[in-house]
C-alpha cells in the first residue's frame, strides 16, 4: 500500500499562486502514477491532473490546463501541484491520489487517496 499526505493548501487572493505537495511513503518501489481531485462544497469530487510514474506524461482536466501544472519529485515519491492565476471558483478541497501502474490513468481508477488540503481563493 502507498499512504500519501498533502500539503500547501491556504488562503490566497485571486490571481495568486499556490503549490501543493503530496508525500508518499509505504511501498513506493513499484511503479505507480499519481494524480489531484478536488471537491468543492455542495459539488461532486473532479479530476484536476495525472502524471505517471516517470513523470514523463501528464494530463489536465481542459478547463485547467495552462493554469495549473503537477510534476513528480526526482524521487518520484512527492508529487506537486502548481495552480497560478487562482480563481475563487478554484476553492475547494484538494486530494491527492495514487494507483500501481506504469501508465498514465485518464480517469478516476485510483486506489489510494489523501486526507485532502484545503485551498480557498478570496476575491
Known amino acids: 500500500q502507498v499512504q500519501l499526505v498533502e500539503s500547501g493548501g491556504g488562503l490566497v487572493q485571486a490571481g495568486g499562486s499556490l503549490r501543493l505537495s503530496c508525500a508518499a511513503s509505504g511501498r513506493t518501489s513499484s511503479s505507480y502514477a499519481m494524480g489531484w481531485f478536488r471537491q468543492a462544497p455542495g459539488k461532486e469530487r473532479e479530476f484536476v491532473a495525472a502524471?505517471?510514474?516517470?513523470?514523463?506524461?501528464?494530463y489536465y482536466a481542459d478547463a485547467l490546463e495552462g493554469r495549473f501544472t503537477i510534476s513528480r519529485g526526482n524521487a518520484k515519491n512527492t508529487a506537486y501541484l502548481q495552480m497560478d492565476s487562482l480563481k475563487p471558483e478554484d476553492t475547494a478541497v484538494y486530494y491527492c491520489a495514487a494507483v500501481y501502474t506504469d501508465y498514465l490513468p485518464l480517469g478516476n481508477e485510483y486506489d489510494y487517496w489523501g486526507q485532502g488540503t484545503q485551498v480557498t481563493v478570496s476575491s
Open positions: 502524471i505517471n510514474w516517470s513523470g514523463s506524461s501528464t
